[in-house]
């Protein structure tokens, strides 16, 4: 990972603070994480993908969570999710005309979410009409990550509504489809440079060659791609704590008062070591997941612990951060604040941490059962 | 045109890590402390590589001597594009007084052994900035050497080198093979990409000790003491323009 890091570091760092300001992600980030074969970690080298393994994407997803959580959901997304559902429901036809684009410069989104359907995803209400050889597509889609740069959707609507769930299908919807409109970004508390945005479908046509999957099937494939999306975003969260963590703890090793270092101060010794110990637990939750679902042994339950466990030690990790920088952690000045701000996303999206509990429990539950 | 480039590399502190001299003043503090390629030797790799992708060479070969740690510096060439690695096992006190003329010894053996009608240096490295080890090799080949080299152009089975010196910029003709070191301005080096960086792993290394290459690795340098570089002391603040030129003639300056 180090050639990953120095790349991180290097191109990606200097631009941070003014993606976050702007809420704008860099053409030149994007550019650069495809060129490095950062956007098709898995995808097969007869794509023109990396051709890389599950833990890769983790990998490099926590490394360019601890330069810019946003870059890196950009990334996760892309890998975990978008990738991932093209690559194991994609038809041959489907494959060749978008696996190749997604290696090397085509950015993909992915519309679950509405207004009036989160966690209970399956409430959705944008219909999908059956006419001959094609639907139509009528609905309002909300907070879609990577909306603004995207060249494709992929859109869960329902295409038979007296089947209820059993009738929600993913669409394969290019961006430049008639009816697609994607509305405004939303002005957020972290993770600003990746763009978040409604994304409306006003009789949008689309070809039913264009079904990722079989119809009906929608609502099995979000649930199955999340589980393993959720690795990813615990490898978000942990990279943002680390990434934040390495900035604190230097700075506690130079700030002397009372004539040592705070460092040197029992309390905050204390303190430290407790967040390293979590950060340290998040870690091997996350790779243990990783590990169970490249192996493909049962993994959901450790996904969801990972998930959970993850989005709560950013939280302490980034709060903790700031009150040991003191004063300048609460300045714009020093990045600190911005970890802060970025990881408080890591406990609602992919699953809320509720969301994520029931789940677990649920699962224990069945354990239990025999 | 040249079948195969030797590129050497070498691995060396960070150069962003904050040099600290060990208790003992015999060296500095290595233990622990992050190492990378030296940029110098980067720009080398780049270069080669650019070379190869132009068809204008074969096969570029990475080269480092050290102990099992300089494996890592030499994944990271095959990382940018070399073909493969040779791993010259020094290591203990070896390694301590490894210094140029040795290093030139044993790239001037392989030279020979493989076959290599180009060697692509770094102009120095950042530990010891001795600049010495590109100009050795060539001496010992009795090769022609392109130092300090912002520009490379292969011309038939000749290089034009423009190498950047004192007074500018002096452009040169050698006959190959030859020796070249890279200056600072000679290319910007890739990021390694991740299809690159996973192809690397399969990339072979290859053992070889200096004793097979008939080299001797003794020193004929001893290091007796390493310091750190003097406290910078406090100036003075003056008020005026006179103040300031009495105080540089007290201090016998002006």
Do not use: W
């Given at each position: 990972m180090e050639p990953l890091r120095k790349y991180a570091q290097e191109r990606v760092a200097p631009l941070v603070s003014e993606m976050d300001e702007n809420s704008s992600m860099a053409d030149e980030v994007i550019k650069s994480l495809f060129e490095l074969g950062l956007m098709g970690i898995e995808i097969s080298t007869e794509y023109g993908g990396t051709g890389s393994s599950f833990f890769s994407s983790v990998l490099v997803i926590e490394e360019l969570a601890k330069v810019d959580p946003s870059v890196a959901v950009l990334c996760d997304i892309q890998n975990t999710l978008i990738n991932t559902l093209m690559s194991n429901l994609g038809t041959e036809e489907q494959k060749a005309k978008y696996l190749p684009r997604l290696a090397t410069d085509m950015i993909g989104s992915f519309c679950l979410s509405e207004a009036g359907s989160g966690s209970d995803a399956f409430a959705m209400k944008t219909k999908a009409e059956k006419h001959k050889d094609y639907y139509i597509i009528n609905g309002s889609k909300m907070w879609i990550s990577s909306a603004e740069h995207a060249g494709v959707f992929l859109v869960l609507a329902n295409a038979d509504v007296s089947a209820g769930y059993r009738g929600i299908?993913?669409?394969?919807?290019?961006?430049?489809?008639?009816?697609?409109?994607?509305?405004?970004?939303?002005?957020?508390?972290?993770?600003?440079?990746?763009?978040?945005?409604?994304?409306?479908?006003?009789?949008?046509?689309?070809?039913?060659?264009?079904?990722?999957?079989?119809?009906?099937?929608?609502?099995?494939?979000?649930?199955?791609?999340?589980?393993?999306?959720?690795?990813?975003?615990?490898?978000?969260?942990?990279?943002l704590a680390q990434g934040c963590f390495d900035h604190a703890v230097p700075y506690t090793r130079q700030r002397m008062q009372f004539g040592k270092r705070i460092f040197d101060f029992q309390g905050l010794q204390h303190q430290i070591a407790y967040v390293a110990t979590q950060l340290e637990a998040a870690r091997l939750l996350t790779y243990n997941a990783a590990r169970l679902k490249e192996a493909g042994r049962p993994f959901v339950k450790e996904a969801c612990m990972s998930k959970y466990f993850a989005a709560e030690v950013a939280t302490l990790t980034t709060s903790k951060c700031i009150e040991w920088m003191g004063g300048v952690g609460f300045t714009k000045d020093y990045p600190i604040e911005k970890y802060y701000r970025d990881c408080k996303i890591g406990t609602i999206y992919e699953g809320t941490s509720n969301i994520q509990l029931s789940t677990v429990a649920k699962l224990l539950d069945q354990e239990y059962n025999s | 045109m040249a079948a195969r480039v030797l590129v050497g590399v070498k691995r060396v502190i960070d150069y962003a890590v904050k040099i600290r001299v060990k208790p003992d003043n015999t060296g500095v503090v290595t233990d622990g402390v992050k190492h990378s390629m030296n940029p110098f030797c980067e720009i080398a790799v780049e270069e080669a590589v650019r070379l190869k992708e132009k068809k204008l060479v074969k096969e570029v070969v990475a080269v480092s001597c050290g102990p099992q740690q300089v494996q890592e510096t030499i994944r990271t060439a095959l990382a940018m594009g070399a073909d493969r690695g040779i791993h010259v096992e020094v290591s203990g006190k070896d390694y301590d007084s490894l210094g140029p003329l040795q290093v030139s010894k044993i790239l001037a053996a392989l030279a020979k052994k493989e076959e290599a009608s180009l060697i692509i240096l770094g102009k120095q490295a950042i530990d010891d900035d001795c600049n010495q080890t590109g100009q050795m090799t060539a001496a010992l080949l009795d090769w022609p050497q392109g130092t300090f080299a912002s520009e490379v152009a292969v011309e038939g089975d000749k290089l034009k080198v423009i190498r950047e010196v004192d007074g500018g910029l002096e452009?040169?003709?050698?006959?190959?093979?030859?020796?070249?070191?890279?200056?600072?301005?000679?290319?910007?080096?890739?990021?390694a990409t991740l299809p690159n960086i996973m192809k690397a792993k399969k990339k072979k290394i290859t053992n070889v000790k200096p004793g097979d290459l008939g080299v001797d690795l003794t020193s004929r340098l001893e290091v007796l003491r390493v310091d750190e570089p003097p406290q910078r002391q406090a100036g003075v603040k003056v008020e005026t323009v006179e103040d300031l030129v009495g105080k540089l003639k007290e201090a016998g300056r002006i």
């Open positions: 299908t993913c669409f394969i919807v290019d961006r430049d489809t008639e009816g697609l409109e994607i509305g405004k970004k939303e002005n957020k508390l972290g993770l600003r440079a990746s763009s978040t945005c409604a994304v409306n479908f006003d009789n949008v046509k689309v070809h039913e060659k264009n079904i990722l999957g079989k119809v009906g099937q929608g609502y099995k494939y979000a649930i199955g791609m999340l589980n393993g999306g959720r690795i990813g975003i615990a490898a978000q969260m942990l990279g | 452009t040169i003709k050698i006959n190959l093979p030859a020796v070249v070191t890279a200056d600072l301005r000679l290319n910007t080096p890739r990021y």
